[in-house]
Each structure stands twice: as C-alpha cells, then as structure tokens.
T-cell receptor
Framework: NAGVMQNPRHLVRRRGQEARLRCSPM?????VYWYRQLPEEGLKFMVY????????ESGMPKERFSAEFPKEGPSILRIQQVVRGDSAAYFC?????????????FGPGTRLTVL | AQSVSQHNHHVILSEAASLELGCNYS??????LFWYVQYPGQHLQLLLK??????LVKGIKGFEAEFIKSKFSFNLRKPSVQWSDTAEYFC??????????????FGKGTKLSVIP
C-alpha cells in the first residue's frame, strides 16, 4: 500500500535552469495539493489539482511556476528560470474523493537547492 | 483569511514528562483541525484530526488534542513523552476555500526534543 511518492528527493539547480518535481498520489486518490516550506516557516499552500484540471491556484506565484496533473502519470510542479529564493522543500499531498476528502496524506517532499 | 499560530518554537523535555503544545487559529467559520508530525528525515504524518463531535480527540501513539471553540484553540497533549517522540509538530486547519479546495493552513511548527 504505497503512500504518496515524490521524486526526486533532492534536486540541485543553477539559477536560470528549470526544475521539475513529480508527485504520484496514493492509489485511489484523485486530488493533489502542492505546498512549499521555506526555512523556519510552516508549509504554504500553492495549488490544488484534480485529474486534468487546476481547481485552485491561489497560492501559486504568478510567474515561472506551473502545475499539471494529466490523465495518465504523476502530477508535475514546474519552476522555470529558478532563482535562489525558490530554494525550499516542496511537498505534495493527496486525498480521496468522498467523505475523507478533507484529509490529506503527504509525500516525503523534494528539497530544491538553487545555486 | 485563515491563520494558525503555534506558541512554542522549540520545546525540550525529559522522558516521562507531560507535553502540551499550543495551537490557536483564526477563522470565522467551520474548520477542520489537524496535527501532523514530522520525524527526522521523514515525511509529514497525520497524528490526529477533528471534524466534529467530541472535542477531545485521540490520535496515534498516545497523543490527544482538545478543541476549545471559545478559545479558537486545538492544543496537543501527551501524558508521558518518549525519546522517540522527538520530532517537529505542525498544527493545521482547513476550510472550504470557495475556490473548490480544502487547502490546509499550517502553523510554523514546534520542534520537540526529548532527552533520555
């Protein structure tokens, strides 16, 4: 019974490069959330997706960040032209539909370091 | 907008001591409340949650939390901590955002160090 999977666990990029973070939700879960954790801060909501749809992106920076959750395959958080301020831990969470949809289960996170 | 505050940044206890971690939230409507734990090097795990009903909620590993609506609080307690409870603890609330999601709002976390 695999939990939420994220890869890579650690990612190093130079300024100006692109970062792609992947998230595979738990089996049977159709809702995906992305959160960012800056040093000494709590997790901050970024975006909520269902298959092929972005439902709520109110926490996403307006530029350089995008997310998708295709019909097949993992959800991807993409950061273009990374800057040092993007260095953070990025967590994905998934939830099922129905009565338990309020409860989110987290992956191990991807720690992005921008040099 | 919702907000969550956790009173203590770092708590140090000896084994067998009792634990209480404070959490207060700010939101005018109905909320769901959560405590998550992050052990060193591991991902966030759900400790317990409150949706409705009995305000005293029991979770895994002997933890419990009490929802006090009048104080907007959801403090986490454990009567006797163990060294293995060393971790970071996050309080979170969610409410339907109106944009279709139940996004979680987290506190900044409390690091707990238990000394053997």
């Amino acid at each position: 019974n695999a939990g939420v999977m994220q890869n890579p666990r650690h990612l190093v990029r130079r300024r100006g490069q692109e970062a792609r973070l992947r998230c595979s939700p738990m089996k049977g879960h159709s809702h995906v959330y992305w959160y960012r954790q800056l040093p000494e801060e709590g997790l901050k909501f970024m975006v909520y997706l269902q298959k092929e749809n972005i439902i709520d992106e109110s926490g996403m920076p307006k530029e350089r960040f995008s997310a998708e959750f295709p019909k097949e395959g993992p959800s991807i958080l993409r950061i273009q032209q990374v800057v040092r301020g993007d260095s953070a831990a990025y967590f994905c969470a998934s939830s099922p539909s129905g009565l338990e949809s309020d409860t989110q289960y987290f992956g191990p996170g991807t720690r992005l370091t921008v040099l | 907008a919702q907000s969550v505050s956790q009173h203590n940044h770092h708590v140090i206890l000896s084994e067998a001591a009792s634990l209480e971690l404070g959490c207060n939230y700010s939101y005018g409507g109905t909320v769901n409340l959560f405590w998550y734990v992050q052990y060193p090097g591991q991902h966030l795990q759900l400790l317990l949650k409150y949706f409705s009903g009995d305000p005293l909620v029991k979770g895994i590993k002997g933890f419990e939390a009490e929802f006090i609506k009048s104080k907007f609080s959801f403090n986490l307690r454990k009567p006797s901590v163990q060294w293995s409870d060393t971790a970071e603890y996050f309080c979170a609330v969610n409410a339907y955002s109106g944009a279709g999601s139940y996004q979680l709002t987290f506190g900044k976390g409390t690091k707990l160090s238990v000394i053997p």
